[in-house]
């Protein structure tokens, strides 16, 4: 292997500060939500397996029962015999052992950048659940080293290319099932290592896969359901940011609060644009009686709440999908240890995933317009209602070579476009592959990695966003001191402020820009995280 390689410092200490410790996720016998992925994810919670003797013996019993089952002379797919198309192919009983490890090394074709560590760390936990269900006849063992790679962080560097979403996520896992096998590379206290040394290391010797613990790894909907928890965690705090950043849009533009009022969202109860509604409202408490420059806001503004509860109803069916996958058996065959039956079907088809990150990233780009179009209502002199061109703030004599946030808004727009290029639905383009087996798949992993595509993008515009609106409203106070800014805003505009001053000179914005989309993926930028889908 080439010389062992420096993992990012920059990259290490962030995840190092979101380390805080917090109660460990308890797997097996319970759901896990979103949020306990999220935690995990992002280094905050360690796992821990069930300690409940039922849950725990009746994963052994999964195990015995498929022993036996193999013993009887029975043929299990993918256990003694070949794997896809060729499961008409009998494997002879010397080689049933050998076979897992075989799958695990075909399937190292991945390509594409890796995962990140969260996303990794969501990968294993999405696994890990499934397979503690108690379907997939591994054993103990083996949920117990995939709690290892979440609990040490060993990491299996897993190319992001190379799923259509069933039978599962085979390639990408392959990658999670040769780590504990000890062959290929991880990352371990960030650093790339070998797995095998890293298990020694550890005080453990690598994983012999017992027969189908191969293909239990794989043949599932892991990768995909991994990234979509953390894509609806994002989306989610887009949501409440793009609600945020209208309310303090119209105080930029002494605008009218009253557009917002509580018997409009009545009258047309979608419950995600009146919860969005309410949110500006609340923000906006005390400017009910602000006549505004216009008797009527432009649609950006007035129509937000109706752009923002698309994002929000939607979240509350694809929380109810990426939750009921992540907490499914979603592996073939399924082993019955109750009934000692093997279960032969398609649980590993990600259609559910597929469907939800389609609409959600749709539902997220739509937020991206949004807020381009009202930061371009901002820097515009036809239309911000007395704030000044490009909402420079330079003194009299230097505006004639300031121009303040134009180039930022041409580069919003710019990422507000390639996000509404990458909206183009994933599901529908199905490609029959391994001899006509595979012949209709989910592309479940290409939705959702086009959602957190589509995710990064929009962060980028809300960031600018921030920046521009937060700078506008400081324009307008200079305009009017008297402006009602209510306590909400004001609080949002220090902590922006704080980490980005004023721009009275023209000065490069990216730092400030990549400083702050980094708090808004992290789901950090609001400090005061209102109710809504994780209430």
């Known amino acids: 292997m080439a010389e062992h390689d420096l993992i990012d410092d920059a990259n290490v200490n962030a995840q190092a500060a979101q380390a805080a ?22 280094l905050r919670a360690p796992v821990a397996l069930s300690g409940d003797p039922a849950w725990c013996e009746r994963i052994e019993r999964g195990a015995d029962f498929l022993r036996r089952h193999l013993a009887a002379g029975a043929t299990v797919y993918g256990v003694n015999t070949g794997y896809g198309d060729a499961c008409v192919v009998d494997v002879p009983m010397e080689l049933v052992e050998a076979l897992p490890l075989q799958l695990t090394r075909y399937h190292g074709c991945g390509m594409g950048a890796y995962l990140d560590d969260a996303q990794t760390l969501a990968v294993i936990a999405a696994r890990l659940n499934s397979l503690a269900y108690g379907f997939s006849g591994v054993r103990t063992v083996l949920l117990e080293r995939l709690a290892d790679l979440i609990n040490h962080r060993v990491l299996p560097r897993i190319p992001s290319e190379g799923s259509v979403g069933a039978s599962g996520d085979l390639t990408p896992l392959s990658y999670v099932a040769a780590a504990l096998a000890g062959e290929r590379d991880v990352v371990f206290e960030g650093r790339f290592r070998e797995a095998r040394e890293v298990w020694l290391e550890l005080g453990r010797s690598p994983l012999t896969l017992a027969p189908k613990e191969g293909l239990a790894l794989m043949n599932g909907t892991a990768v995909m359901t991994g990234l979509a928890c953390l894509a609806f965690a994002r989306a989610d705090h887009l949501t409440r940011l793009t609600a945020r950043l209208t309310a303090l849009s119209t105080v930029a533009l002494d605008g009218r609060a009253a557009h917002f009022d509580a018997m409009l969202f009545e009258v047309k109860p979608h419950a995600g644009q009146a919860e969005a509604a309410a949110w500006i409202r609340a923000d906006l408490a005390g400017r009910d009686d602000t006549p505004g420059h216009r008797l009527q806001d432009r649609y950006s503004i007035r129509c937000a709440p109706h752009v923002i509860g698309v994002a929000r109803d939607a979240l509350s069916w694809v929380r109810r999908d990426v939750e009921n996958e992540l907490n499914s058996a979603n592996d073939n065959p399924l082993i019955d240890p109750d009934n000692e ?10 259609g559910h995933i597929a469907f939800a990150m389609d609409a959600l990233k749709v539902a997220v780009a739509n937020l991206a317009d949004l807020m381009d179009r009202q930061l371009a209502l901002l820097v515009d002199v036809n239309f911000n209602n007395g704030l000044p061109r490009n909402l420079s703030g330079a003194a009299p004599a230097r505006a004639a070579i300031n121009h303040g946030f134009k180039a930022v808004q041409i580069s919003s727009s710019a990422w507000t476009a390639e ?27 290409i939705a959702a990695r086009d959602c957190l595509r589509v995710l990064e993008l929009t962060e980028q515009v809300a960031a600018a966003h921030t920046l521009a609106t937060v700078q506008a409203a400081r324009l307008r106070l200079r305009i009017d001191s008297a402006t009602p800014v209510p306590a909400p805003l004001q609080r949002f505009i220090d902590s922006v402020t704080a980490q980005s001053p004023f721009v009275d000179e023209d000065r490069a914005l990216e730092h400030e820009l990549r400083a702050l989309t980094s708090r808004i993926a992290a789901c950090e930028l609001l400090d005061d995280y209102r109710g809504g889908a994780n209430a």
Do not use: C, W
């Open 21 to 42: 410790p917090v109660t460990q996720v308890v797997v097996g016998g319970r759901k896990l939500t979103i949020e306990e992925v999220v935690a995990i994810a992002r």
């Open 341 to 350: 039956r093997v279960l032969h079907g398609g649980n590993f088809y990600g």
């Open 419 to 445: 996000a509404l290029k990458n909206t183009m639905p994933a599901s529908v383009f199905s490609r029959s592959t391994e001899a006509h087996n595979q012949d209709k798949v989910s592309m479940g992993t």
